[in-house]
């Protein structure tokens, strides 16, 4: 009974903490729809009581923080490493230029014996498009613009790009060394490549270089061009048409009609949480999921569907009115998380006096394709709600698993949100007489692993002190969140 009583203690506790209200309200709705009636049962649409989500952890949260605890010990952090990007310009202009050999591609190429110099294949030299202005108002952590991901285990970074050459750093997987060029060195019969990364690193207070086959990890970039492009896309959406936005979370506005029998349809869109978009006014017509929190545009009624298109695919669709509101719907688009699948990074960016200025760029993790879980939806979504901190299952025992804080729901259960928190069991007395209780270690910054592979369940893992950033500057009915690959 002590336990029942002490478990339901902390699950109040944590949920009253964790709803907030929205924070901006646009109550003057210009849609081409009868809003308040059907908007009505979309004004609680937020959390409730019962409001708890899936395990946001893809793999067990201990061997993330394991890993951290290693990364710290051996000091090969961002803070450690990675030569934050504004003194990559300097740091670059001291370094001697290579030949560059235009326009050949990165990948396998014939076996070489390198000799004096190595060819160049590629530069990597991303630029912040000049549309977008610096303005940055988080920069806890060193990021550059390139940069190379380690995913083999202690692996040998060379003098020069051969295997004779002298190892000049041991690599630890997950480490992250500024990037500068792919080259021609030697070819390795193992993995028929003669592809190498120049890379560069701190040591203490001086830059080293090297070079790493390009088997043993990836060359990662922040795509601002591809996100610049869609902010624009989907400003340009907002500012010219009228939107709204899909609302289906937890199935509350009821479940989508089986696809041919199934719970997924032929683009992969799941069910659950989500509404039946028809090719026709009716539904005995051809139909795809349109998943809850994905921005539309309406273009049309009638007395049971909008017809509405997406930025999310191409065509234009019918879906049943209770599926789609404008509850807070964006008028006037301010404020962007783009979040980069492909690159486990996001950018964030805000609209001041006619242009988009980045205000930060960061490390993410996204959720992994696998059994039992869920990648991150790629698509333009609505900020729907912030969360101070959810609570999450358990996969298998289905009881309180941990919470997540300062969370953004954006669609479905995916939240962005910061480092997850495993409570800790604590066992008391025996027998009859056992009793556990849930303690709550306390919130956690920071883990090694963000920004690597993705780790989550759908959801979108920042360091806790960004997403406290994030949470306290978005703003519901200004805000949207992108996911790009």
Known sequence: MKRGILLLFIILALIISGCSQPQAVHVDNALPIDNDKENIGHKNEGCTEGDMEEDVNVSDLEEDEDLTEMAEEEHKTEEDTLVPQEEVEEELQEEPEEPVTPQEP??????????????VIKEFDTQLPENINLDIKYDRYHTS??????LGAGINVREKPTTESKIVKKASVYEKLNLVQAVKGQHLSKYNNDTWYKVFWKNKDKVEYGYAFSALGEPRSFQFDKMGE??????????????????NYKNRNGAAPLYNGKAEDKYGVKR??????????????????????????????????????TLNFEGEYWVPRKFITSWHSIKELTKVIVVDRKNQNEGVFEYRDGKWNLISYIFATTGEKAKHKEETSLGYYMAIQTRERFLYLD???REISGYAPYAIRFNGGAYIHGVPVNFEIKVEGEGEEQKEQRIDPGMKEYLYTIGTVPRSHKCVRNYSSHAEFLYNWIEIGKSAVIVIE
């Open 145 to 150: 613009y390139d940069y190379f991901l380690v």
């Open 230 to 247: 869609s902010i624009t896309a989907l400003k340009n959406e907002i500012d010219n048409t009228n939107t709204a936005y899909v609302s």
């Open 272 to 309: 659950y949480q989500a509404a039946p978009a028809y090719t026709e006014p009716n539904t005995k017509s051809e139909f795809r999921y349109i998943s809850d929190g994905s921005l539309v545009t309406i273009l049309d009624k009638n007395d049971k569907f909008y017809k509405i298109r």
């Open 106 to 119: 990165v990948q396998p190429q014939e076996p070489v014996k390198p000799q004096g110099e190595y060819p």
């Open 395 to 397: 996969d298998e025992t």
